[in-house]
């Protein structure tokens, strides 16, 4: 475990990630209770490269750190913006109706994972517990199903979309079938 807690702190001092002294032993504790988690898991397998693995964890809580720094940070000196702008209807409507033109053409397997986590709010964990599946498989699944999704917002915005759009249908309700693998 000493090993292991030095391997952390080392990913954590890291000069590159910005982690004040006096927060990151709160990212090491976040890390060590993820790798503990991970390795005692019911149903894991042993990881084949504990450094391998304690490493992954630990880059992707400092940049989950950074993540929530950013979004916290106020640019003192600009004004804050109470009133939405006149477009702001408009533009809420356009993004809702891309956003249900590129689910519409998604594979039924992609819906079906999206609806299961970003609606129900499903843990990857929870979904493979539903459906048989490892977390590993379906955190694979979604990169992909995320990868077509943009390939498909690609094509919309370059003109090059095909199909009408699905009559108001919310690709996201529906039934809990089964995400098939792609």
């Known amino acids: 475990m000493r090993r292991v807690r030095k391997l952390v702190r080392r990913v954590v001092r890291f ?6 002294a006096d927060e990151r032993a709160d990212v090491v504790q976040e890390v060590m209770l993820e790798v503990w988690r991970s390795v005692s898991g019911a149903g894991s397998e042993a990881p084949r490269s504990v450094e391998a693995l304690v490493r992954s964890i630990a880059y992707r809580r400092c940049v989950d750190w950074m993540r929530r720094r950013r979004a916290s940070r106020a640019i003192e000196g600009l004004p804050v913006e109470t009133a939405r702008g006149p477009d702001a209807e408009y533009d809420d409507a356009e993004q809702r109706r891309l956003g249900m033109l590129i689910l519409a053409r998604l594979r039924p397997p992609c819906r ?4 299961l986590h970003a609606v129900l709010h499903l843990s990857y964990r929870q979904i493979g517990e539903r459906l048989g599946r490892s977390e590993g498989a379906l955190r694979t699944q979604m990169c992909e199903c995320l990868k077509e999704a943009r ?3 690609r094509r919309l915005a370059a003109g090059r979309g095909t199909g009408a759009d699905p009559a108001g249908d919310d690709p996201m309700t529906g039934s809990d079938r089964e995400v098939r693998r792609p």
Request: charged share 30%; glycine share 8%.
């Open 15 to 20: 000069r590159g990630y910005y982690i004040p």
């Open 112 to 115: 079906e994972l999206f609806r």
């Open 151 to 153: 390939e498909i917002h």
